[in-house]
């Protein structure tokens, strides 16, 4: 039996030579995920309106985000693989999810801290369009709650539930998997220019080893919706 602070196995079957998915399937989430951040880099916000209509954005990326985990589920499923299986951990008790928020907030305060000291070290800035994004009104602020629980489900689901699991297969390498959905997770934020890829890239990288330390990315997604919820909102009444 385990003890309260061990983090629960992932009981998930066992996969196939080719991962938990085929590997076409993980080359068109690839391919779509690189194709949406090259129009994100190149997309003048103003040129269809999005810049004053930013709820319309936000709405638009979670249909995005969440369609991409549909597709996913499909053909992890189709091998016997839930995604509760690549969530991993357990929050049957109070004193799990209380163990997960900590290690969620403590990773914020450690990495986060440690990545957000480098970028300031660097002068690393974010791009005009990504801060024109960020919330302004009170309806954009109430929308960007569900946003930011998107991104935080979500992306960790893709890149550190999926990628990092299929990418190490496929490798035969943990460490591979874990630096090859780090540099996937880097190319996918293509808006914020390439200083802040390669931050958000090391970022991933860190995300990775904590779910593989953990076996599960309950942390992880607590510490990414923390994060981004209170990046766009702080930075909407700090001036940003």
Do not use: N
């Amino acid at each position: 039996m385990s003890s309260p602070t061990a983090p629960a196995a992932v009981s998930a079957p066992a996969s196939s030579a080719s991962g938990i998915a085929p590997a076409w399937h993980t080359a068109v989430v690839l391919g779509g995920l690189m194709g949406l951040s090259l129009i994100g880099a190149h997309l003048d916000l103003r040129a269809i309106g999005l810049q004053d209509k930013r709820v319309m954005s936000y709405l638009l990326v979670m249909v995005i985000e969440w369609t991409t985990v549909a597709f996913i589920w499909w053909a992890v499923s189709r091998r016997g693989i839930r995604l509760s299986d690549l969530i991993g951990g357990s929050w049957t008790r109070g004193i799990h999810v209380l163990r997960d928020l900590a290690f969620g907030i403590a990773f914020i305060v450690v990495c986060g801290g440690a990545l957000e000291a480098l970028g300031h070290l660097l002068k690393i800035e974010a791009p005009q369009s990504m801060r024109a994004m960020l919330p302004q009104t009170w309806l954009e602020m109430i929308a960007w709650v569900p946003l930011s629980l998107t991104g935080g489900i979500c992306e960790e689901l893709i890149f550190r539930g999926y990628l990092q699991r299929q990418l190490s297969t496929l490798t035969h390498s943990v460490a591979g998997g874990i630096v090859l959905q780090a540099v996937a997770f880097g190319l996918c934020h293509g808006y914020q220019g390439w200083k802040l890829m390669a931050l958000i890239a090391l970022y991933g990288a860190c995300f990775g080893v904590l779910a593989r330390w953990r076996h599960s990315l309950r942390p992880g997604m607590i510490a990414h919706v923390v994060q981004d919820t209170a990046g766009g909102l702080l930075a909407r009444f700090l001036g940003s």
